[in-house]
C-alpha cells in the first residue's frame, strides 16, 4: 500500500519531499483521475504521496511593483475572483472546469500536470510567468517555458516543489483568449489561443501570440513576434495571412478522439484573423 | 491507515482510514450517505458534488487526505436546512426533476452560487451549474429553478 503524508506547512512539504520518494499532490483532480481504479478502494497511486493542499501560507496571491505572485496552493476559484490577476488568465480560468473543480485545482498542478492542452499554460507561456521553486535547502526562479521539457515531463528534482507562479505586470491595450473545446466547461481543449497587444504612438510595442494542444508544447514564437514590433495599427490589421504563413510550421496539431489537426490548424488560422481584427 | 477528523453534516467524525481514499467512497461507505452518487467518477458530471467549507467539490476526485478538519455537508446534512426547502420546492414547482439521479448535485451547485451570488444572471446560473450534467430535463427547468429559489428565498442567502 502506498503511504500518504500530509503537510500542513512548507516546512512540512519540504522536509517530507527531502526524505522520501513522494509525488505531490495538491487538489488532485487530474491525479485521481490519472490513477483511477475502482469504486471503494484507495486511488491508485504508483508511488507514496505527499498532500499539499492543507499549506496555508501558500494561500496567498500578492504583489510588488513588477509581479503578481500567486502561492501554489491557491485554488483557481481563488485566482479567478482576484482582481490583481491579469485579465486573460482569469479569462482561461473561467473556461476550466467547473466550480467544483476549480474551488480544488490548482494553478501549480496544472503547470506540474504539463499537459499540452493545458488551459492555463497557454496563458502563462503569454506573460512569461516565471515559478519560485524550493528545496530545503534552495530556492530557485525559472520561466514557465524552461520548466516544461515535454509532455508530462517538468525540470523539478524529487525534492522541489512549485511555491509560487509569477507573472510580470504588463499594461497591455488588448488581450484575447479563446479555448475551442465542446463543451463551455469540463472539457479539454482541442486548441486554445491567446493574444496580447501594446501599442505605443499607434505602432505595435509588444505582441503576443500564443498557441495549446497544437504541438507538444505551447507555441510562442519570439522571433516571429519582435518582426511585428514598430508596424502601425493599419498595416498589422491587414497583415493576418502573413502572420498565419509565419506561424505554419510551428503549429503542428495531431489527429485524436477531441479532434483533427486539419480543423485545428484551420481554426488556429480564424483565431489570428479574429485577434488582428480587434485592434 | 490514519486517523483523520473532519466535520461532516455539522457533527465531528474521526475515521482511521486510508487517506488515499475518494471522499466519495468514505461517504457512501462508511458514512451510509448515499445521497452523493457515482456518475462519471472523474469530475464531469457532478452527482458526487457536496459542500467543502460551504464550496461546492466532487467527491469523486476529492482524496480524504483534502478534507482533514475541513467541513463537508452533504445532501443530507443540507436536507435540514431552510435554503434546502426552499430550492426543493423550487425544483419541484419548476419541473427541475425528471429521474432524480443528478438531483443532489444540481442542489448542491445551487447553494454554492446563491451562496456566493444571491442574485445570479443566466449566465452565472449556467457557469455555476456547468459542472453537473442532467440527461433528462434540457437544464432549461433547472436553470429556471434557480432563479425561482434565489426569488423565493430572497434574504435567505
Sequence with gaps: MVKAFVAKSLDDCLNILNQENVKIVAGGT???????????????FKTDVLYVSLVDEL????????????????????????????KILRDSILEMASPAIRHTATLAGNIGNASPAGDSLVCLYLLDAKLEIKSINSTRYQLLKDFILGVRKIDLAKNEMITKIIIPKINFDLVYFRKVGPRLSDAISKLSFAGALRMENNLV???????????IFV???????????????????????????????????IDDQRSNKLYRKEVCSNLIKEFLEKI | MAKIKFT???????????LNMRLLDVLRNDFNLTGPKEGCGEGECGACAVLLNH???NSCCTPLANVMDKEIITIE???????????????????????GFCT????????SLLNKNPHPNDFEIKIGLSGNLCRCTGYNLIIEAVKEAAKAGEGLW
Excluded: W
Excluded at chain 1, 66 to 84: K, R, V
Excluded at chain 2, 104 to 111: D, H, N, Q, S
Design chain 1, 30 to 44: 487530474d491525479m485521481l483521475i490519472q490513477n483511477r481504479t475502482h469504486s471503494g478502494i484507495a486511488i491508485g
Design chain 1, 59 to 86: 494561500k496567498h496571491i500578492t504583489e510588488d511593483k513588477s509581479n503578481i505572485y500567486i502561492g501554489a496552493t491557491c485554488s483557481l476559484e481563488q485566482i479567478l475572483e482576484n482582481n490583481l490577476v491579469p
Design chain 1, 205 to 215: 510595442k509588444d505582441i503576443r501570440f500564443a498557441f495549446g494542444a497544437v504541438n
Design chain 1, 219 to 253: 507555441v510562442r514564437r519570439r522571433e516571429i513576434e519582435e518582426k511585428l514590433i514598430g508596424i502601425d495599427k493599419k498595416t498589422i490589421k491587414d497583415m493576418s495571412d502573413e502572420i498565419i504563413g509565419y506561424y505554419s510550421e510551428f503549429i503542428k496539431p
Design chain 2, 8 to 18: 461532516l453534516n455539522n457533527e465531528v467524525v474521526e475515521i482511521d482510514k486510508d
Design chain 2, 55 to 57: 464550496e461546492i467539490v
Design chain 2, 77 to 99: 446534512g443540507f436536507s435540514i436546512t431552510e435554503r434546502y426547502r426552499i430550492i426543493k420546492e423550487a425544483f419541484a414547482k419548476t419541473g427541475g426533476v425528471q429521474c
Design chain 2, 104 to 111: 443532489p448535485g444540481m442542489i448542491i451547485a445551487t447553494e
